[in-house]
């Protein structure tokens, strides 16, 4: 069975920082992007991040300059480091990634539990 697990949510202060990491676990073929939305209440889930298994990333327009997303392939996991904050940041962060399993060619999507930010004014 293959599993995320997010850690680093909390709440901090506007202008503060927080890390967020996400860990694959479980057998796995390949990994191949992997990302963080972020999802407020009542609005629609977006991304916020995304890294490609060669490191090409992309990022949401209102984030840039502020986050940074890297991953670790050797320990299967992906970080969102988060400076910055502002208030609008504030939402549940899920961690997402595609994935291949052995002898299949198909991608196979994963999310993680979700982790909450709170960014206070």
């Known amino acids: 069975q293959v599993q995320l697990v997010e850690s680093g949510g909390g709440l901090v202060e506007a202008g503060g920082s927080l890390r967020l990491s996400c860990a694959a676990s479980?057998?796995?073929?390949?990994?191949?992007?992997m990302g963080w939305y972020r999802q407020a209440p009542g609005k629609q889930r977006e991304l916020v991040a995304r890294?490609?298994?060669?490191?090409?990333?992309n990022y949401a327009d209102s984030v840039k300059g502020r986050f940074t997303v890297s991953r670790d392939n050797s320990k299967n996991t992906v970080y969102l480091q988060m400076n910055s904050l502002k208030p609008e940041d504030t939402a549940v962060y899920y961690c997402?990634?595609?994935?291949?399993?052995?002898?299949?060619?198909?991608?196979?999507?994963?999310w993680g539990q979700g982790t909450q930010v709170t960014v206070s004014s």
């Open positions: 997402h990634v595609q994935y291949v399993r052995y002898g299949d060619w198909r991608e196979y999507d994963l």
């Open positions: 479980g057998i796995i073929s390949r990994i191949n992007d």
């Open positions: 890294i490609s298994n060669g490191g090409m990333t």
